[in-house]
């Protein structure tokens, strides 16, 4: 397990002010922890929520708390840059950067839809802000770090899954890499209620949430990856 230096936390600092400047809310003071039905929207199927009490459980990331924010009807229609601690215990990977818990600039932008007719324009205007977030994270990262990550495509452009009485749609774009190492994740996603346990192409009919995510900053993985083939 690895904690944060200095070096790491003005790193962080600074992203959040060029996010600032590049006209993203930063004064929102976002939870540490979220519904464990409102992380199971995103959860990975091979993962499990950590430290859960009471209905709530430690944010694998500030996209977690951010969905919760959305489904409340908070901070919606607003461009979002939040740091948040992200816990997951799974990941426990030091020789490739990856940590069980980590600190991480996330970057989000929520909408709710509810009919089909407006969702696909807004669905479209979500995988431009998700673009729009890449741009920006590509340039913070080059000024912060003093390198420019490279763009790298994902495995799979487009996924659903059946995910806490709903159905998540994914869409990704390109990951952002430095020296070969993932330092961020960007796409869209769309998640609709299925209380009536409708088939996909009937269930996407129903209102849901529509939202562009992506990675701000994380450390120490952007730091790691920045001096990865300099031995440093």
């Known amino acids: 397990m690895s904690g944060l230096t200095h070096e790491h936390w003005s790193n962080l600092t ?5 996010y600032k400047g590049l006209g993203y809310r930063t004064d ?3 939870p540490w922890d979220a519904l464990s039905s409102t992380i199971a929207v995103t959860l990975p199927e091979t993962a499990s929520p950590t430290v859960t009490l009471d209905g709530r459980s430690l944010v694998g990331s500030a996209e977690q708390r951010m969905l919760e924010w959305a489904f409340a009807g908070e901070h919606l229609n607003v461009h979002m840059a939040v740091l948040t601690p992200c816990f997951r215990w799974q990941d426990n990977i030091p020789a490739t ?3 069980p818990y980590f600190a991480k600039v996330e970057l989000g932008m929520f909408k709710r839809c509810d009919d089909f007719g407006t969702r696909l324009a807004i669905i479209r205007e979500a995988r431009c802000d998700a673009r ?11 000024r912060v770090l003093g390198c420019t990550p490279d763009e790298a495509s994902p495995d799979e452009e487009y996924l659903s899954h059946e995910r806490a009485g ?15 190492v ?11 209620p299925n209380s009536a346990h409708l088939p996909r192409h009937l269930a996407v009919e129903l209102g849901g949430i529509v939202w562009a995510y992506g990675t ?3 450390e ?6 920045k001096n990865y083939k300099t031995g440093r």
């Open 132 to 142: 729009s977030m890449l741009y920006d994270a590509k340039g913070v990262m080059r």
């Open 97 to 99: 950067g990856h940590h």
């Open 28 to 30: 929102l003071a976002c």
């Open 216 to 218: 701000g900053l994380a």
């Open 220 to 225: 120490p993985r952007a730091t790691f990856a």
């Open 166 to 180: 709903g159905w998540l749609f994914d869409w990704h774009l390109s990951d952002l890499q430095i020296n070969g």
């Open 182 to 192: 993932e330092v961020g994740s960007y796409g869209s996603r769309l998640w609709v």
């Open 14 to 18: 600074r992203a959040l002010d060029d």
